[in-house]
């Protein structure tokens, strides 16, 4: 078990992560605000836009697929939840899976619960990250309070594998915490306010989308990409 004086040396170290609520809700928006990596059309340049952190990034699909999807998200964001058990299902069969999406994940943790989760999955073996990612946003209830309760993230985490010894090291892990401190800042310097944020093919879009609404972006950039091959 942690000790108190782990636990708190934790927490001082998890609230260097956190920032502004959700505040996300449904439909399309189209907002971008001014970023200190700003093209010519106030949303940040392609190549600042896909420059990695200290962590990398956690992709899935086709490396040159012809559509690129960046999402910011927060594991205790109940938008999130709803985008990832009914779109992204739809996403991954019709999009992911046949080579036309690239799907980048980037933290962007709301609350202490929020971003111990987001420490424990980075600090989980490559191959579980996208399946405890899951568990945690599946049983969001389970453990989302405004404080931390390790036993409950652990709970989930022992679902996908992990000990308890390697969770209780994962939530001191300095190394992580800057590095996920690291996307959160940048996020916020492309004007990300709040979860979900999407980045398709470079254009900020804000909101649960639905599967109809991502097509309707994604098809457009597929075609245009086919007509005009890099």
Same mark, same amino acid.
């Given at each position: 078990m942690l000790s108190r004086r782990i636990i708190i040396s934790g927490l001082l170290a998890l609230s260097a992560i956190l920032l502004a609520g959700c505040q996300a809700g449904?439909? &399309? /928006?189209?907002? =971008?605000?001014?970023t200190a990596f700003s093209g010519t059309?106030?949303?940040?340049?392609?190549?600042?836009l896909m420059k990695q952190g200290p962590l990398g990034d956690k992709a899935f699909g086709k490396a040159n697929a012809p559509v690129t999807v960046i999402e910011y998200a927060s594991l205790t964001c109940r938008y999130c939840r709803s985008f990832?058990?009914?779109?992204?299902?739809?996403?991954?069969?019709?999009?992911?899976?046949?080579?036309k999406v690239r799907y980048i994940i980037r933290e962007f943790p709301i609350?202490?619960?929020?971003?111990?989760?987001?420490? &424990? /999955?980075?600090? =989980?073996p490559a191959k579980d990250y996208l399946r405890l990612y899951d568990k945690y946003l599946v049983n969001q209830k389970q453990w989302t309070s405004q404080k931390v309760r390790p036993d409950a993230l652990f709970k989930v985490a022992a679902q996908a594998g992990m000990t308890r010894k390697t969770f209780d090291k994962c939530m001191t892990n300095q190394g992580i915490i800057d590095g996920l401190m690291w996307v959160k800042q940048r996020g916020r310097q492309f004007?990300?306010?709040?979860?979900?944020?999407?980045?398709?093919n470079g254009q900020k879009v804000r909101g649960v989308l639905t599967f109809e609404e991502m097509k309707g972006m994604i098809e457009p950039q597929i075609s245009a990409r086919a007509a005009n091959p890099a």
């Open positions: 449904g439909g &399309v /928006t189209g907002d =971008a605000a001014p059309n106030g949303a940040p340049t392609p190549a600042e990832h058990l009914t779109t992204y299902p739809k996403l991954k069969k019709a999009y992911i899976d046949t080579g609350g202490r619960s929020a971003a111990a989760a987001a420490i &424990v /999955t980075r600090c =989980a004007g990300v306010v709040g979860t979900p944020t999407f980045f398709i």
